[in-house]
């Protein structure tokens, strides 16, 4: 058994000729937050679907919590919460009434189930609500409700497939902050979404971004940024117009002695300067925007490989 929370070794999900989950390899470590990234289609939900036990791979080997997940289900899902993609509730019952379901079925007693029924509902603004139907709620709220019946049992690692779906932004900054929480008391969570910013704004510890069912790129958000980065992008003041006849330096944008400059080689860019002796008036690197990144990668622009990270 490994020491890790999470271990998916050459997963494979075939829909007849639909590669869902196309040989892909992670680790989560404990008390790690790893974001799972892509495009629609991209076999998040899917992968995520695997883990928990809602589906079957075509091959490849998952453990979650030290178990295999298809030798051992049960301890499995006895050790990890799930918010899915399509909320999981009773239309025709309260949500209180839906949090104490499904807090049984871990063997909960009432008296529990409410009181961190409570701490959950006050948290997410909707405690108020307890005794509404499901089938009353709006899609946000029903969202958070789905949200609270996941964590009511404590669940070590949690599972979050686009948990912020049709929440507003201001519930969506509480979801996002209540998960860095979660982190912090030393859960793992795994969270798929396909708003980087989201990934970003959260600090998260490992990224993996799917396309196609395949993992094409993985690591840090610096990791990912400094692996992809091919040229760097400078602004600078001279006192003159740039031209260069040389195909590694692209001027982007020029105008009345601004210049913003894409350069493949800082310091052979420097020396250009210092032999033209163009007065430089201000510099600055521009760092590249993880959001390009990770749009050409899931376009399939950029050759993308597979980075691991040093845990
Ligand atoms: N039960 C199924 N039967 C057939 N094809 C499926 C099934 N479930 C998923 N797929 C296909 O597998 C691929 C990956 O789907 P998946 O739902 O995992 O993507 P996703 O990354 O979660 O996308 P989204 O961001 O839209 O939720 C898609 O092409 C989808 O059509
Ligand atoms: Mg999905």
Request: hydrophobic share 40%.
């Amino acid at each position: 058994m490994e020491d890790k929370a999470i271990v998916v070794k050459n997963l494979k999900k075939y829909f007849k000729d639909v590669k869902a989950v196309d040989d892909i390899s992670f680790e989560v470590g404990y008390g790690q937050l790893f974001a799972l990234l892509g495009q629609n289609g991209a076999g998040k939900s899917t992968t995520i679907r695997i883990l928990t036990n809602l589906a079957v791979p075509t091959s490849g080997y998952v453990e979650v919590a030290g178990y295999n997940v298809l030798k051992n289900p049960t301890e499995v899902r006895k050790n990890i919460g799930l918010v899915a993609e399509k909320v999981i509730l009773y239309n025709d019952l309260t949500a209180m009434e839906n949090i104490k379901f499904f807090g049984r079925l871990y063997g909960m007693k009432d008296p529990e189930i409410y009181d961190r029924a409570e701490k959950f509902l006050k948290l997410f603004d909707i405690w108020d609500f307890k005794d509404m139907l499901i089938s009353k709620m709006s899609t946000g709220m029903k969202q958070k409700i789905n949200l609270a019946r996941a964590l009511v049992p404590d669940p070590k690692i949690i599972f979050l497939d686009e948990p912020t779906l049709g929440l507003d932004p201001v519930s969506t900054k509480h979801i996002r902050d209540f998960i860095v929480q979660l982190r912090e008391e030393g859960r793992t969570i795994v969270y798929t979404t396909h708003v980087l910013h989201d990934v970003e704004l959260m600090n998260v510890d490992k990224v993996a971004i799917m396309r196609k069912g395949k993992i094409v790129a993985m690591g840090t958000l610096n990791e990912i940024r400094k692996h992809f980065k091919k040229a760097e992008i400078v602004e600078i003041e001279t006192d003159r117009t740039l031209s260069f006849n040389d195909p590694k330096i692209k001027i982007l944008e020029q105008e009345d002695g601004y210049a913003k400059v894409e350069v493949e080689d800082l310091n052979q860019f420097m020396s250009y300067l210092t032999k033209a002796n163009i007065k430089v008036r201000s510099f600055k690197s521009l760092e590249p925007s993880l959001e390009d990144i990770y749009v050409e990668i899931s376009e399939g622009k950029l050759d993308a490989e597979i980075e691991t990270v040093k845990e």
